[in-house]
């Protein structure tokens, strides 16, 4: 599942969590279940993967939805390689000193995405905190390299928070990709154990931010149920993502990769994630997608057709009130 062998062991690939006492979450609900992977077309999308030596995150981080992505030919890439500089305690990604870009990588991301034929392609990365820029330059040359190889096909980046790289925002912004999403992952009160090397105002401010460059790129995050959030503070999230004009809101179940992470401390029901939605079109989100197995880029390709829609006519809806 990943190009290098050693981080199959979970010692290796997250040893700041070996200290962690195991904490196994139980069962899954049925309505978690998937089936494995398989199929014809299944094969044919890692060939590619593997032909053009791609990190896809939905092989790093252990997307319970790959085996129907990826017969539709659906495959998140992850750019910059496969070790993450930060360790929040939710991720399957491992964790330590990454090696140098490969210059080479966003021309790959370009074939592969002219080969596998994809009208809407997403484009990921694990954090990059030792670069000057966070890899916002590698973002926008993968970004232009799949432009020059697939022209027609539209473009949906999944960006880290580029935290204190004064300017990466911009730059990547400045690239007009067709969706800037970036995922608060959960609430305020829970970063320093969920995601310590974040904050929540950075990760608020870095989509604002978007807009003000370019208000015709599409916004987009995501939050995970299940980490000890309240109903309160998911509607307060809500808020502070409308305030900042983000258009489309992702929720899904968080699952626990290994017993070191961070347990799940309850399984939503569909019936809870159906309120989460209604909540969110309630306070003016142009998408909401919100279900037990959503994740950043599941369907992504049919949402950002219905994301289009949903401005078209809002737009119109506000043409004929003037």
């Known amino acids: 599942m990943t190009y290098n062998p050693e981080l199959l062991r979970r010692e290796k690939r997250h040893p700041e969590k070996q200290k962690n006492p195991d904490r196994p979450s139980g069962k899954k609900p049925e309505w978690i279940k998937v089936p494995a992977p398989q199929g014809e077309t299944y094969d044919e999308t890692v060939d590619v993967v593997r032909t053009l030596k791609l990190t896809t995150v939905c092989e790093e981080a252990g997307c319970p939805n790959i085996g129907e992505c990826w017969n539709k030919k659906h495959a998140t890439f992850m750019i910059m390689g496969e070790v993450c500089t930060r360790a929040c305690s939710f991720c399957n990604i491992a964790t330590g000193r990454p090696d140098a870009l490969d210059v080479m990588e966003p021309l790959r991301v370009g074939v592969a995405t002219m080969k596998m034929g994809l009208k809407h392609v997403v484009v990921t990365s694990v954090d990059r905190d030792d670069l000057p820029d966070g890899g916002a330059l590698h973002f926008v040359k993968t970004i232009e390299a799949i432009r020059f190889k697939s022209p027609e096909t539209t ?103 290994t017993p070191k992470h961070a347990p799940v401390e309850n399984f939503a029901t569909p019936e809870e994630f159906a309120l989460y939605e209604r909540m969110a079109r309630a306070k003016g989100f142009l998408m909401v997608s919100s279900s037990p197995l959503t994740r950043s880029s599941y369907h992504a390709e049919s949402d950002f057709a219905r994301l289009r829609e949903a401005r078209d006519r809002k737009l119109a809806k506000q043409n004929a009130a003037e």
């Open 155 to 257: 473009i949906e980046i999944l960006t880290p928070d580029f935290k204190q790289k004064i300017g990466a925002v911009d730059q990547v912004a400045a690239a007009k990709p067709d969706v800037f999403n970036h995922n608060l992952e959960t609430v305020p009160r829970l970063y320093p154990s969920i995601r310590p090397g974040a904050r929540f105002f950075t990760s608020i401010r870095l989509l604002q931010r978007v807009k003000e460059v370019d208000p015709s790129i599409f916004t987009k995050s995501g939050i995970m149920l299940g980490l000890g959030e309240t109903q309160e503070e998911i509607s307060q999230v809500m808020d502070d993502l409308r305030a900042a004009d983000v258009d489309f809101l992702t929720i899904g179940q968080y699952l626990q990769p």
